[in-house]
């Protein structure tokens, strides 16, 4: 079964400071990658997903991604991080071409950011 | 574009009583539904897709039960809440490979 690993529960940075959040993958097939992130009390918005090709991907709000199929990681990377990051964010992993198959998702890791 | 709308945005039940939670979604046709369920503090745990009218699935065995009577309509709905109900409720709607997430209903059971 696959599963998605977020090591980090919760991570606190300082505003300006850059950012990488880890996600590890297993998976017996080609995966498809997404990062959601979630403020408080509010639903997910999708920052990013990886399908195929260039294994780094841009997403919204100045984030990108960088799939590395070797480590079966696909870590969440912002150059410099603004107080209004300050969320939780979710990895999420499916098989390709998944029709009506279901996300598997990680546990997330919730972002502070101090002045 | 497409939008997918959650209804009510707070609830707060005593135990026992009955439950019904809508998701609609505009601006596509014959979409996946998904509502998942996200305790305070832990991730996102899947209740029930659907794939199309009448069709559901349920993932865990549970307290809850899902309807799908239109296209673009999914609800979520108990006979008997319980405490451990409590908890934020998203629905999503998937097209193009990707997931889709409404703006979610918290769900407080006293």
């Known amino acids: 079964a696959q599963s998605v690993t977020q090591p980090d529960i919760h991570i606190t940075v300082s505003e300006g400071a850059s950012l990488e959040l880890r996600c590890n993958y297993s998976?017996?097939?080609?995966?498809?990658l997404f990062w959601y992130v979630q403020s408080p009390g509010q639903g997910l918005q999708l920052l990013l997903k990886y399908f195929s090709g260039d294994t780094l991907v841009q997403g919204i709000k100045g984030f990108e991604a960088e799939f590395k199929r070797s480590q079966s990681s696909f870590n969440l990377r912002k150059p410099s991080v603004h107080w209004s990051d300050a969320a939780e964010y979710f990895c999420?992993?499916?098989?390709?071409?998944?029709?009506?198959?279901?996300?598997?998702f990680g546990t997330g890791t919730r972002l502070t950011i101090i002045p | 574009s497409q939008t997918i709308h959650q209804w009510p945005a707070t609830l707060v039940q005593p135990v026992g009583s009955p439950l019904s939670l809508e998701c609609t979604v505009e601006?596509?046709?014959?979409?996946?539904l998904y509502w998942y369920r996200q305790a305070a503090g832990r991730g996102l745990q899947l209740l029930f897709y659907s794939v199309g009218i009448g069709q559901i699935s349920s993932e865990v065995p549970q307290n809850l039960s899902a309807s799908r009577p239109q296209d673009r309509q999914f609800i979520l709905s108990s006979k008997k809440l319980l405490l451990s109900d409590s908890g934020f409720y998203l629905c999503?709607?998937?097209?193009?490979?990707?997931?889709?997430f409404g703006p979610g209903t918290r769900l407080l059971v006293l």
């Open positions: 999420a992993v499916v098989r390709a071409n998944f029709g009506n198959e279901k996300l598997t």
């Open positions: 601006g596509t046709s014959n979409p996946n």
């Open positions: 998976y017996g097939a080609t995966p498809y």
């Open positions: 999503a709607w998937s097209g193009q490979e990707t997931q889709y």
